[in-house]
């Protein structure tokens, strides 16, 4: 055996290189070598793999706040409310040039678990409650992306639909809504898009995890599907060695290798296990071979990291934030007309929400609030503000630089020192000669004092800290250290203190040690201070007050990352804090007030009928603010219509009962999909339930009339399939967008189905008075269901309705289409 088989620029037969490693070196690539990067194999010159969290930006290897600057684009839900195909591509491919920015071959990205309930933690990142409109646009993402060389990994396979116990929970799920809602647009990205990899969700599939699932990864992904791709945990979401191999789970994320540490020796052992692990690495070795990597490969270190503000992604960004917008209530108060005065209210006004938070965080080149957004806009004579509340859930971190001194232990001489620009330190690497489980770090930073008063003060830890004020303790959260919801449910909930200041600077010192609490991703140590005036008891009177003496109100109330994140579930459906008080208040004050929303899922509006005008715009990354400016003045027209169904109340989401059960958060460590295929506007037409605003809703500043259905042919034959030409008119005074969106309703069929399904849409642009039209496809898997006793897909030969219209509650098209011999297609 040669020591090399390559030249570095070379591209290698992958089956002979194969034949050349050891087994030893096959085995090590099958866990990551770091955090970020895949093992290398230097004597044959494989080249190690950078991958990066997405989905909605590149964050490269750094930590998850901090680190190099990067753009942030609009969350999931904003892209899912885009209803635009087109956008999605041109947003795939953007990203692919930030992940080269950073060294990156593979975003983690995008995630497209299907929304089931109003409460999942990570509603923000996905598209959609509807499986077709989630893979339509999943599949023009992963093409954009991987078009531009860069490797998608869509996630979070399979029935990860919430974040409760999502690291030990049995997702247990009826075969016909595993299969028609949640396997779907996997199925779909799979089939039409090619993903160069997926990711494996933390949770177990009725029992088994899915990085182990033998049926999940072998039976439907590659067999079912033909995936060809490369198959990896989710981070610390491996557990077995040798059964994880055999069962198709090609790469442990992160390293190095924790469950698999003994793999080598089990394969030694076992021709069985030794055989997958061949076929486990070949994948990683054509994941790197499509990558480009093998031919080019990159500096993949975090210091080669780039944070290029690209020309046109800013633009890109803005467009995108804009057409996300789903405007949801107005009775003439929008668009705004310029030269008034406008008053911007609420705790989202100056604070630019422009992501949620978890892996999704990202340091944006910048970060555009409401407030910055209309006063940079120049449309307005003059622009006030005041908060009004808070929505806090935690305090806010000081935005000011902190000194880290490392220390073996306490009291010991220093080994390192680091220095990080927040208050929130969540350690992925760390200084030489630090070890990662057992080390003393004092940080300490220098807070302000606005005016003499009480401030609040707080830590949440994946460790044990402690935070003292001129060598008093404030905050002790050491000895009394227990798991919470912070850090993925790693760390500690969030311990408070509180004490009278004087105006000026004070200096603050955090002491800080890992624990023994393991978490099976080695090494994870982070901390958080937070610092915060008190609130005045009488701010939502002086806010309402300022909104009076404007000529327009915009009050900016939501959520924030803390509250839409990974590892915990939404706290509920009212609005944090005292922000609907708020509302009413400026209501009341001034009736030309626009309420702005900014959160990662529905919310109820008990002042929604007193609001002459609500706005839905989500997360729409860092140019938030000019992206709101544009809509509220109309200078781009709110071009999205809602992913998700609102619902009027919890009781009415078709997961909560009115006390927790197996059904939803899940007990006993299972959560059983009781509702079977009825979530979202499927539950709502089974039930007759009134939502707040239903599926696929959504105004424009222009109105359409949709008209003369024509379908191609009035009857089908099994194994063909039809269209549908709709005339679309725009009948208003503006130009404007609307989506056209057909549901299939089955007259007659021997199994249940929904009254209708959602099967294709298409989103127009028009000018006033201008017709056009869209086509819409309908084809075998549109009219059938899954039968889980014939192992197949099903269409029965009958009558079929296709309704047409722009939203699920708003069809007033209907045509009759009839197949004429039924079909299948066996799913094995």
Not at 327 to 340: E, F, I
Not at 595 to 615: C, D, E, K, N, Y
Not at 719 to 724: A, K, L, Q, Y
Not at 737 to 750: M, W
Request: aromatic content about 8%; charged content about 20%; some cysteine.
């Amino acid at each position: 055996m040669t020591d090399t088989l390559q030249g570095p620029h070379t591209h290698p037969d992958l089956h002979d290189l194969l034949d050349r490693m050891t087994l030893e070196e096959q085995v090590s690539l099958l866990a990551g070598a770091d955090f970020w990067r895949t093992a290398a194999v230097p004597r044959l010159n494989i080249p190690q793999l950078k991958v990066s969290d997405g989905p909605a930006g590149v964050r490269g290897g750094g930590p998850l706040v901090g680190g190099v600057k990067t753009a942030a684009y609009p969350v999931g839900i904003a892209l899912g409310s885009s209803w635009n195909v087109d956008l999605l591509h041109e947003i795939g491919a953007s990203l692919a040039r930030e992940a080269l920015d950073k060294g990156a071959g593979v975003l983690l990205a995008p995630t497209i678990n299907v929304l089931r309930s109003a409460l999942n933690g990570r509603n923000f990142e996905n598209y959609a409650e509807d499986p077709v409109l989630t893979g339509r646009l999943a599949v023009a993402y992963v093409h954009g992306l991987q078009q531009n060389g860069v490797a998608a990994t869509p996630k979070h396979f399979a029935g990860n639909e919430s974040e409760y116990q999502r690291g030990t929970i049995s997702s247990d799920i009826p075969e016909r809504a595993l299969r028609e809602l949640y396997l779907r647009p996997f199925e779909m990205v799979v089939r039409e898009a090619d993903p160069w990899a997926i990711m494996t969700a933390y949770n177990r599939l009725d029992g088994v995890y899915c990085s182990e699932h033998p049926w999940l990864l072998q039976t439907v992904l590659r067999e079912e599907w033909g995936f060809t791709g490369l198959v990896m945990s989710d981070w610390g979401g491996t557990h077995s060695a040798a059964e994880s191999t055999r069962a198709g789970l090609d790469l442990e994320m992160p390293g190095p290798a924790r469950a698999r540490a003994d793999l080598l020796q089990e394969a030694q052992r076992d021709p069985a296990t030794a055989a997958a692990v061949r076929e486990r690495a070949h994948a990683v070795l054509r994941l790197i071979e499509r990558t480009g990597t093998f031919t080019h490969p990159r500096d993949v270190s975090d210091a080669a990291e780039r944070d290029t503000d690209h020309p046109g992604t800013r633009a890109l960004i803005r467009r995108a934030g804009a057409e996300s917008m789903v405007l949801l209530k107005n009775t003439g108060l929008l668009p705004l007309a310029p030269g008034r005065t406008v008053a911007v209210i609420g705790p989202n006004a100056s604070a630019a929400q422009i992501m949620g938070g978890g892996s999704a965080q990202m340091n944006a080149h910048r970060a555009v609030s409401p407030l910055d957004g209309l006063r940079e806009s120049g449309h307005a004579t003059r622009v006030s503000t005041a908060v009004g509340c808070d929505n806090d859930k935690y305090l806010p971190v000081p935005q000011v630089p902190v000194r880290i001194t490392y220390r073996a232990q306490e009291g010991g001489a220093e080994t390192a020192r680091d220095e990080r620009s927040q208050a929130e330190v969540m350690w992925f690497q760390y200084p030489q000669g630090v070890d990662p489980r057992a080390f003393h770090a004092t940080l300490t930073l220098t807070v302000h004092a606005p005016h003499d008063g009480t401030y609040d003060f707080s830590l949440a830890s994946a460790g044990h800290s402690r935070l003292q004020l001129n060598g008093d303790t404030l905050v002790d959260n050491w000895e009394a250290w227990t798991p919470g919801a912070t850090y993925f449910g790693f760390g500690s909930d969030e311990v408070r203190g509180q004490r009278h200041l004087n105006a000026g600077p004070h200096e603050l010192v955090v002491t800080f040690s890992p624990n023994d609490f393991q978490n099976g991703i080695a090494g994870f140590n982070a901390v958080r201070v937070g610092f915060r005036p008190e609130p005045a008891e009488d701010s939502v009177r002086q806010a309402a007050a300022l909104a009076a003496q404007a000529d327009y109100a915009v009050v900016c109330v939501g959520t924030n990352g803390d509250w839409e994140t990974e590892g915990v579930d939404r706290w509920g459906l009212d609005l944090p804090g005292r922000q609907n008080e708020l509302v009413q208040a400026v209501l009341n004050a001034n009736p030309h007030t626009v309420v702005l929303l900014q959160t990662g899922g529905p919310v109820t509006m008990p002042w929604l009928a007193r609001a002459p005008a609500v706005l839905q715009a989500w997360f729409p990354g860092q140019e938030a603010g000019h992206a709101i400016a544009d809509v509220l003045y109309g200078h781009a027209d709110p071009g999205g219509r809602l992913p998700q169904t609102f619902p009027a109340t919890l009781k009415d989401d078709p997961t909560h009962p009115l006390t927790p059960d197996v059904q939803y958060p899940g007990e006993n460590g299972h959560v059983e999909y009781r509702e079977g295929l009825y979530t979202g506007y499927r539950h709502v037409d089974r039930h007759g339930v009134t939502p707040l605003y239903p599926f696929g809703h959504g105004l424009s500043y222009t109105t359409f009339e949709v008209s003369n259905a024509q379908l191609s042919a009035p009857t089908l034959t099994a194994g063909e399939s039809v269209t549908v030409h709709v005339q679309v008119k725009n009948t208003g005074t503006r130009a404007g967008s609307t989506v056209v969106q057909l549901y299939v309703h089955d007259r007659e069929s021997r199994l249940e189905r929904p009254h209708k399904e959602l099967k294709a849409f298409a989103k127009i642009h028009l000018d006033p008075g201008q017709i056009g039209s869209v086509t819409l496809p309908v084809g075998m898997r549109d009219l059938a269901y899954h039968d889980p006793a014939a192992h197949a897909w099903v269409a029965e030969a009958g009558d079929f309705d296709l309704l047409i219209g722009q939203s699920s509650a708003d069809l007033p098209l209907t045509v009759h289409l009839t197949l004429d011999t039924p079909w299948s297609e066996p799913t094995r």
